[in-house]
């Protein structure tokens, strides 16, 4: 069964939202999570490594002001994209090592009109 | 930082047929994963295989870690092995990060 639960699956919404994403680990904890990011046809870019009880590390190029993420207990991050626009459009997911292989939940697709 | 390239881009096989796909790494890695994403975004974890050979029913995987390289072989294609297939990796500096190569995206035709 699952063993990273992300939600919602789909998000549509209208430009200048916010929109938060969550990502948990089921049945067990995770310190460190990673959030990617893939755009149509594209692969998956790492943006940023989601610690708890600490900042996040961002990958170059990505807006921490704009991706805010919160890894406040040891089954919870959350994604926070601020004020989306049409270029944040994309499918959104995390993953969770649990030892050896990583574990990713099964994403969220966001829209922004 | 580590550079994953994945051959070929694009594959159109008949159904029955077999086919290897490639993985090219270009430094020396703790973990490399074989998915299958499928038309809903689903990553869909098909071998944890950082060295040696596996094998799960149709599908078989080898890393040959000293020469940098993964080959995901899949026999006896059917239609619902469509879909696009990405490696990744961690390399052995990269902190527990998966890197995805480039992918190859597997038509089945009936």
């Known amino acids: 069964g699952a063993v990273v639960s992300q939600h919602p699956s789909w998000v549509i919404c209208k430009s200048g939202t916010s929109v938060k994403i969550e990502c948990r680990s089921l049945d067990f904890q995770a310190t460190t999570m990673f959030w990617y990011r893939q755009f149509p046809k594209q692969s998956l870019m790492l943006m940023a490594t989601?610690?708890?009880?600490?900042?996040?590390?961002?990958e170059q190029g990505v807006e921490k002001d704009k991706f805010l993420i919160n890894h406040a207990s040891l089954t919870l991050s959350t994604l926070t994209v601020t004020s989306a626009h049409p270029e944040d459009s994309s499918f959104y997911i995390c993953s969770a090592p649990l030892g050896q292989p990583q574990h990713f939940g099964d994403g969220t697709r966001l829209s922004i009109l | 930082g580590i550079q994953v390239e994945q051959s070929p881009p694009d594959l159109i096989l008949q159904e029955g047929a077999n086919s290897t796909l490639r993985c090219n790494f270009s430094?020396?890695?703790?973990?490399l994963q074989w998915f299958h994403q499928n038309p809903w975004g689903q990553l869909i974890n098909l071998f944890y295989?950082?060295?040696g050979t596996k094998q799960n029913g149709r599908l078989s995987a080898t890393t040959v870690a000293t020469e940098r390289y993964s080959l995901l072989y899949i026999s006896s294609s059917q239609t619902t092995d469509s879909g696009v297939y990405f490696c990744a990796v961690v390399s052995n500096f990269g902190n527990e990060k998966l890197t995805f190569g480039t992918g190859t995206r597997l038509t089945i035709i009936p």
């Open positions: 989601s610690n708890e009880g600490s900042k996040a590390t961002y």
């Open positions: 430094d020396s890695v703790n973990n």
């Open positions: 295989i950082p060295s």
